[in-house]
Each structure stands twice: as structure tokens, then as C-alpha cells.
């Protein structure tokens, strides 16, 4: 991997719990060798690859995460091998998946990752994002604070993690939106949430305005307070259904964060002015990849007499088996 996007790739592996600590990052004829625990990864839209390296020098100071945790438990040995390998920490709070048999040790196993990951909280995933609101489905197992601050390229964010969603897989495509978006557009974002886009955007691009729209009380709650703490200007939160408060004919750029949001593509094309880009998200099969998603953006746009004048299609992290979530960045006028 190059050197340029090292950083950048180190901090969404951390992140998704990939990079293996018990050997060292190295530099090789101008390429910048990250070291995983596993090769199933995916790197959505970085610039580098997975690849064979037998000679990565050890860290000899350091244990991976999992082997302290796996060590400093006493459990069965079977159960100790259905440890999850991957986990998501959402500031201080941990997010783990937990195989059904490991549930009569759900205590000590929290306390477990807690301490060797510096998390006050523990919460098991038991059915992922669901709803209007898109509320995670989440079952506490240790501590009682599930409030926390989680820092991501710069940006702060403040939420409840048992309340409203924080994917860490996503960072990526945060990253890129906060890099492409050019000084003084104007940028409507019909999907806030706590901010995932807009406050990014508005702290590393320098943007004209954004408008975060959230329908979700809570969540707006939690864009409010990210505003203020991130202290960025010229961010305009909206509360209310996009299709009542989005702005129409404003727009350089239109995030649409929703995976199931084509209804909105309509509304998409009439709050573009007379031209500029809609970053359209979805969780579609990968049979129906790349056209599918492509002809949705295409037909949408249609529909208000506007044209998709070119569009590319990009993988952001497989949702489920044979599902990816990908985005569609189209140019319309």
C-alpha cells in the first residue's frame, strides 16, 4: 500500500479490529506493509491489496488483543474458540457478535474484552438496524452508560449507542466524502443521522452550507450536539421527513446515506440545482451489480426531467453473504 493512504488504511483496519499488533508496520520499496489477523478483508476503495508476505518483523513487546482476551479467560475450550475474532468500539462503548453457546459466560466474556479493549460498556448485536429510525438492535451485558464520544478522522461524535447507529465500516466512505466535496458547495444531506456525512463534510471541505436533514428525534438530538462540539459553521440541521424540509434546487451535492432510500431519488433530483452530483447508497445483490443500482439512479432522476449525465458505482463493505453496500455517484442536469 502506498504510503499516502497508509494512515488513512491503518485507521479503518484498526477500527474494524483486522490489523494483528504482535507484528510490526513496515515500509518496503516505497510501500507500506500493514499486517492482518485474517485475509477475508475488504478494502473499499483503497489503494492497496492483500498479499502473501512471509518475513513481517514481530512485535515482540506486544500480544494481540484476542490472545489476552482468549488468555485471560476461564471458559471450556470449545467455547473459547467461538471468542469473536471481531468487534466494533464505538468510543468506549464495545459492540461484539456472540455465538449462541457462549451466552451462559456473557459475563466474564464482556469483562474480558472491557479490559483489555479500555471499554466501560458492553452490548451484544442481536439483530443489526432496524425500523423507521433505524435503531440498532442491541442487548446490554455490562456496565450502564451507553453514552459515549468516538473520534474518527478529526471529527467528533457524540451518541447513544443503544439508541441510534454508528457503523464503523463506513469510515472510508466518510473519509472520501469529506474529500471530494469542493469549497463553498452547497450540500444537502437527506439521511443526517448524528452528522455521519455532514459533519465531516463541513469540517475538512470548507463547504457553502449543508443542510442535515433527520427525522429521528433522537438522532437530531445528537446532530445538534455534534455541530456544537465539532464547532463547525454554516451547518443547518432540518427535523423532519427530507421529502417535507429538504431544501429544492439548492444543492451541488445530495448524500443519500439511507440503504433503502429509492423512493427518494425523486426528491434527490429536485433539491440538485441545474446540475451537480447525488452519492445514492444501497444494499443490492451482487447478481444485480454494477447495472442494477446504475438503472435505479438513472429511472429516478428521469422522472423529474433530469438527466444522469455519467455515473461510477463503488463497493463500500459487504452488508450480509451476497449483499454489498455500494454507492452510486451520478453527475445530473
Not at 485475509?39 to 476503495?45: G, H
Not at 482476551?69 to 468500539?89: C, F, G, Q, V, Y
Not at 443547518?236 to 431519488?265: F, I, N, Q, T
Request: glycine share 8%; with cysteine; proline share 6%.
Amino acid at each position: 500500500m502506498a504510503r499516502e493512504a497508509a494512515e488513512e488504511a491503518r485507521l479503518f483496519l484498526r477500527e474494524i479490529g483486522a490489523v494483528d499488533r504482535t507484528k510490526r508496520i513496515v515500509e518496503r520499496e516505497g510501500a507500506v506493509l500493514i499486517p492482518l489477523l485474517h485475509t477475508d478483508v475488504e478494502l473499499p476503495d483503497l489503494p492497496g491489496e492483500i498479499v502473501e508476505v512471509p518475513s513481517i518483523p514481530l512485535n515482540k513487546e506486544q500480544e494481540t488483543p484476542f490472545s489476552m482476551i482468549a488468555r485471560s479467560l476461564d471458559i471450556p475450550a470449545p467455547a473459547k474458540e467461538r471468542l469473536p475474532r471481531r468487534w466494533e468500539l464505538i468510543g468506549d462503548v464495545l459492540v461484539l457478535k456472540l455465538d449462541s453457546s457462549l451466552r451462559e459466560y456473557d459475563g466474564d466474556v464482556a469483562e474480558a474484552y472491557a479490559c483489555v479493549l479500555g471499554a466501560k460498556t458492553v452490548l451484544e448485536d442481536v439483530g443489526g438496524i432496524g425500523g423507521e429510525f433505524r435503531e440498532p438492535k442491541l442487548r446490554l451485558i455490562l456496565g450502564n452508560d451507553t453514552t459515549t464520544v468516538h473520534k474518527e478522522n478529526g471529527v467528533l461524535f457524540k451518541l447513544d449507542v443503544m439508541k441510534v447507529m454508528f457503523s464503523s465500516g463506513n469510515i472510508h466512505e466518510r473519509v472520501r466524502m469529506a474529500r471530494i466535496c469542493r469549497p463553498g458547495e452547497t450540500v444537502v444531506d437527506m439521511f443526517a443521522g448524528i452528522g455521519y456525512f455532514s459533519i465531516p463534510i463541513a469540517v475538512h471541505s470548507e463547504p457553502g452550507k449543508v443542510y442535515a436533514c433527520e427525522i429521528n428525534p433522537t438522532a437530531y438530538g445528537y446532530l445538534e450536539e455534534n455541530i456544537r462540539l465539532n464547532r463547525v459553521i454554516g451547518v443547518e440541521p432540518l427535523l423532519g421527513d427530507c421529502l417535507d424540509v429538504a431544501p429544492e434546487g439548492v444543492a451541488d451535492r445530495v448524500v443519500m446515506g439511507h440503504l433503502w432510500g429509492k423512493e427518494y431519488l425523486g426528491k434527490a433530483a429536485r433539491v440538485v440545482g441545474e446540475k451537480g452530483f447525488i452519492h445514492y447508497h444501497e444494499a443490492c445483490h451482487k447478481d444485480e451489480l454494477p447495472r442494477g443500482p446504475l438503472e435505479t439512479v438513472r429511472r429516478g432522476v428521469e422522472k423529474e426531467n433530469r438527466r444522469m449525465m455519467r455515473a461510477t458505482l463503488r463497493k463500500i463493505k459487504s452488508y450480509s453473504p451476497n449483499i454489498d453496500h455500494i454507492v452510486v455517484d451520478a453527475e445530473i442536469e
